[in-house]
């Protein structure tokens, strides 16, 4: 069988020493679990497996599914880094079991590193597999530190394996991927008909063959909602519903039948979580239910008790559940908060109190508020989120529920739940609110507005917002004007002209701030630098930057987010741009703020560009493409189309272009227009066709944007020059002049100025000192692309001058860096130079073709052995759109087209390797 080979190929790579993840997916019954089930029976003792299942009622309690599969491995926390074990004890509410160690504000990162730690160390000693099946239904906190370890497990003796009705669900887990789909009619009646036992109608069995739709549990479940006589005879055919539905229902009917005490029995055992036992049997004396009363439930085949209770579906527990009264519910969620120490589990106590309240409980409301406040020092704002909702929905003074319903929202929002946010927006809306409630909820509504659009009508709503809370809280105000600001820069042309200066005049009337914070340097050098120019603005900047550079990223604000990245490209630092970028991603990543991951990915992926280390940028970028998908809001397409320009994908820049101009233009986005302005000018420039990158970035260049003069000048001019219009790049040079007036102690800025320079200029030696100084300069940064452009110019000129010999040098130089990198159109040009020069490149396939990294020729020899994308990520263990982000790299540095010349180059590139280079 296919399928079952597909997962035992994943557990003999753990067992030899080879991490790897396997997703599966497929309907309610179709043989996710057994599938599993039989591969763990074929490796006997072998492997150590470690299982849990997803249920929809504890979705809402943080790290559940989490603690079920790290509890067994819990024996070596404390050989853990304290950060680790500490971040794992409070996740798990251990704190008690650590004595001495002092608690500390651990976030997403640590708690995901501490988990790969504890994994690690067990997997050591024995290969452990953990399998997760309905992850549909685990907590979020708990779905995303698993997918935080399955990318990091490829090195270890541990596999995850996980399983959920639809593959989206799975998408964040990466790995290999096995769809079920449901079985063949052939197969599908014979075990129907041995399910019977009794020969069926033919028109009967085909009915229910093609209602079930191949699903192997309801054909075995199915029959048990018909008399044998009505199979036979062609009578009693259930109605059509939704397939879990009619599970359901049937599992509901046959736990009806029990007796009054084995039913609720089952409800208490499908309303705890863990399925810790001994707690299910504390709770049972609590509410007078014998013994006895578990023989007649585990009859039903639908429910067992040993050291764990489990049903045998999610849909039995959930007909368990549910087949109950309101009143039955809450007596059990009652008898299990009595039961469940206070001190050791705080957070599912209180989750269990919720759901046995009658109506408001202030002090239930208090304790889940406090809940809240735990899971979001944990790094969860999703569960932070689930429980100020609950809490809100217990609390009887009407405005405190407005502020919590608010609290909630906010939640809401940064954990990505944007029409959850809303709908909570509006609830509070109908309660009485105090002045600073009426603001925070035009703020609220403002933000997720400009998530969702980043138009110029969502700018306006934060800046009226940000105006009527100047009255009300100048903190608030100050921060919501500096968001207008932002969105200010985001709209770029399509701003509205006064925009400007209401946030100046509405921010003047605030009261000063005694001892200014790097957010407030930050919007008052981006504020003059608006007014006055860069230069005027270039101390406070550095100040700016320089406190970024120093802060820890746990104090780190999401609201400046990329502004801040904004402000280390005003000063013309790319150490700084880096660090920054790096580190609030971290900062987004470790506080759960899912909503603020697609901007935060975007500019860590930018630095890798300026980098060269274009493969690592679009693995960034396609993470931020699938939670911009999932979120519902604007894809961040300004770094997609970069990579591709660079690479030199013409076909890719154009798609790219084509769609995100046409979003851009109907959102009005101006920034986005101009990114893809800047990718198109660094492609055409690239080609060679100067004179369509000169037409294609005068706008931008004449812009000025924020954030783009370290790169749009540098294209224009080269355009312009290439084109013959010197005196254009003369005009802009000196536009450049004034942007880098204030850095002159930065090599970004002033070689790219003296690499201009030397473009337009007149006397000979003067163009030489210019670009030899740029050379010299680019050396000492990390921008390996603007070095490798700048030694082609040079070079270029060197030809133009008829000094062959030294342009072989610089083109040489340049080739060969250029080829490295990826940067196909530059690495082509620099080519064509160099033959004209006289020289003799290196073949670009073989030079490259010892640069792959190891991942990348794993890829590239199993595509070039007839591999699809998804065959390849099925034997590399990679997810297909991680396959084809390789294969972008490994094209580019093969210097090749097409999968059918992979074999062929990389034979070229082994022989190369072999053979010195008399270059």
């Known amino acids: 069988m296919r399928e079952l080979a597909t997962v035992l190929n994943v557990f003999d790579a753990v067992q030899a020493g080879r991490g790897g993840v396997l997703a599966i997916s497929g309907q309610a019954g179709v043989g996710k679990s057994r599938l599993v089930q039989e591969a763990v029976g074929r490796h006997g003792m072998d492997l150590r497996i470690i299982t849990t299942t997803g249920a929809q009622f504890e979705a809402g309690l943080p790290y559940t599914a989490l603690q079920q599969v790290c509890a067994p491995l819990l024996e070596d926390l404390g050989s853990l880094a304290a950060a680790h074990a500490e971040a794992l004890s409070r996740a798990f509410a251990l704190d008690r ?31 452990v597999i953990w399998v997760v099946d309905d992850v549909q239904w685990i907590d979020e906190a708990s779905a995303r530190i698993l997918a935080f370890v399955a990318r ?55 009915r229910i063959v093609a209602e079930a739709r191949g699903n192997p549990l309801a054909l075995l479940e199915l029959p048990h909602a018909i008399s044998t006589a009505g199979l036979v005879g062609g009578y009693g055919c259930p109605p059509h519903q939704p397939l879990p539905e009619t599970l359901e229902a049937e599992f509901g009917r046959r736990l009806a039948a029990l007796p009054e005490a084995s039913s609720m029995l089952c409800l208490l055992a499908a309303a705890e979580p863990t399925g810790e036992a001994a707690l299910l049997w504390q709770a049972t004396a609590r509410l007078g239910i014998p013994a006895a009363a578990g ?11 040993g050291a764990q209770v489990l049903f045998r579906h999610p849909l039995a527990r959930a007909a368990a559940y549910h087949g109950g009264s309101d009143a039955q519910r809450r007596a059990a969620h009652r008898a299990l908060a009595d039961v469940i120490d206070p001190v050791r589990d705080p957070d599912r106590r209180a989750w269990h109190l919720a759901s046995a309240a009658t109506g408001p409980d202030e002090a239930v409301a208090a304790e889940l508020a406090r809940c809240a406040d735990r899971a979001r020092a944990r790094g969860g704002a999703a569960a932070a989120a689930v429980f100020l909702e609950q809490a809100a929905h217990l609390t009887p003074d009407p405005r405190q529920r407005a502020g919590r319903l608010l609290a909630a929202a906010a939640a809401k929002r940064a954990a990505g739940w944007v029409p959850d946010a809303t709908a909570l927006l509006a609830e509070a809306a109908r309660d009485p609110r105090d002045a600073r409630q009426v603001a925070l909820t035009e703020v609220l509504r403002a933000r997720l507005a400009f998530d969702l659009r980043r138009d110029p009508d ?86 700016a930057v320089d406190r970024y550079t120093e802060e820890p990223a746990s104090r780190y604000t999401l609201g400046d987010l990329w502004l801040a990245c904004a402000a280390t490209l005003e000063c013309w630092d790319e150490n700084a741009f880096r660090e ?80 995100a101009t046409a979003d851009a233009t109907v959102r009005k986005e101006g920034r986005l227009l101009t990114a893809v302005e800047y990718a198109r000018a660094v492609l055409l420039n690239g080609l060679g066709r100067y004179g369509e990158a000169m037409d294609v970035s005068a706008r931008a260049a004449l812009l000025d944007e924020v954030a783009f003069r370290t790169t749009v000048p540098g294209e224009f001019i080269e355009g312009a020059v290439g084109a013959g219009r010197v005196d254009l790049a003369v005009s802009a040079v000196q536009r450049l002049r004034r942007a880098v007036a204030g850095a002159t102690d930065r090599d970004w800025a002033m070689g790219l100025l003296s690499r201009c320079e030397a473009l337009v200029a007149d006397d000979a030696d003067l163009a030489e000192q210019r670009f030899q100084d740029a050379v010299a300069r680019f050396s000492r940064t990390t921008l390996l692309t603007e070095l490798a452009r700048t030694q082609l110019l040079y070079g270029e000129w060197l030809r133009r001058a008829g000094r062959d010999a030294p342009a072989r040098t610089a083109l040489r130089a340049a080739y060969e860096s250029l080829t490295a990198l990826g940067a196909g159109a530059f690495a082509a040009r620099a080519r064509r130079e160099l033959t004209a020069a006289g020289g003799r490149p290196r073949h670009s396939a073989a030079r490259a073709g010892a640069r792959l990294t190891d991942q990348e020729r794993q890829v590239a020899l199993v595509v070039a052995g007839g591999a699809t994308s998804k065959e390849a990520a099925g034997q590399l263990y990679l997810s297909p759109r991680t396959v084809d982000a390789h294969l ?32």
Do not use: C
């Open 97 to 127: 079991a650590l004595p001495g160690r002092p608690m500390a504000d651990d976030g997403f990162l640590t708690l995901g590193v501490g988990v790969q730690a504890l994994l690690a160390r067990a997997a050591a000693r024995t290969p």
């Open 152 to 206: 990091r497990i490829a090195s270890t003796s541990a596999g995850l394996v996980v399983a959920a009705r639809d593959d989206d669900v799975l998408a964040s887990f990466g790995g290999a991927s096995l769809r079920l789909a449901g079985l063949p009619d052939p197969e599908a009646r014979d075990l129907l008909t041995a399910a019977v036992g009794t020969p069926l109608d033919p028109r009967v069995r085909d």
């Open 295 to 305: 023989t007649a439930a585990e009859a039903t085949g639908l429910v067992s008790f």
């Open 458 to 543: 969502a700018l306006m709503r934060l800046l009226t917002a940000g105006e009527h809370a100047v009255a009300v809280d100048a903190v608030l105000a100050r921060e919501v004007l500096r968001e207008a600001y932002a969105a200010v820069v985001f709209v770029g042309r399509y701003g509205t002209p006064d925009a400007g200066s209401r946030i100046a005049a509405a921010t003047a009337v605030l009261p000063p701030v005694p001892e200014p914070s790097s957010r407030d340097l930050l919007f008052e050098g981006l504020f003059t630098e608006r007014l006055d120019g860069p230069a005027a603005a270039t101390a406070v900047l550095r100040r």
């Open 580 to 659: 920054v970028a790096h580190n609030q991603l971290r900062a987004v990543r470790d506080s759960g703020a899912i909503s603020s991951l697609p901007v935060a990915l975007s500019y860590r992926a930018l630095a890798h560009v300026y980098e060269g280390q274009f493969a690592e940028a679009q693995r960034l970028v396609d993470e931020s493409h699938r939670i911009a998908a999932d979120l519902g809001t604007p894809a961040m397409a300004y770094v997609d189309v970069t990579i591709a320009a660079w690479r030199g994908d013409q076909a890719a820049v154009e798609q790219i272009a084509a769609v």
């Open 888 to 919: 972008r790299s490994i094209f580019a540095k093969l210097g090749v087209t097409s999968r059918r010349q992979l074999a062929e180059a990389l034979r070229r590139a082994d022989a190369t390797d072999r053979v010195p280079d008399r270059l």
